[in-house]
């Protein structure tokens, strides 16, 4: 599966929403918020901040997080909006670390 422009959340109207509501996962390398919407599909969004490293480590984050969901996308829930931030207490060494985190707050 691609991960589609329609499966990303983009506006910052979108990533609005989930000021107000608490993460409902929280560990060490990542937050997770999960809001429902009107989409018959999940929507994936990101927000790492400049505190968190330069932007080749930034980009690292989401380049793998955006891998994770788009591999486990079945197994996640449907119609739902995703808004996944690093936790700022360490930074993900691999891959395996960042999809076990993951898929711990779903699974």
Do not use: W
Not at 22 to 29: A, K, V
Not at 63 to 73: A, G, N, P, Q, W
């Amino acid at each position: 599966m691609r991960f589609p422009r329609s499966h990303r959340l983009r506006k910052s109207k979108e990533f609005h929403r989930f000021r107000k509501s608490i993460p409902q996962y929280i560990d060490q390398l990542i937050m997770i918020n999960v809001l429902p919407n009107h989409h018959p599909f999940s929507r994936l969004g990101m927000t790492v901040p400049k505190k968190y490293g330069k932007a080749h480590e930034r980009n690292r984050f989401k380049r793998l997080v955006r891998e994770v969901f788009r591999l486990h996308y079945e197994a996640l829930p449907s119609k739902c909006d995703i808004h996944v931030r690093p936790s700022m207490k360490t930074k993900p060494r691999s891959f395996h670390e960042i999809e076990k985190s993951f898929l711990k707050a779903f699974l």
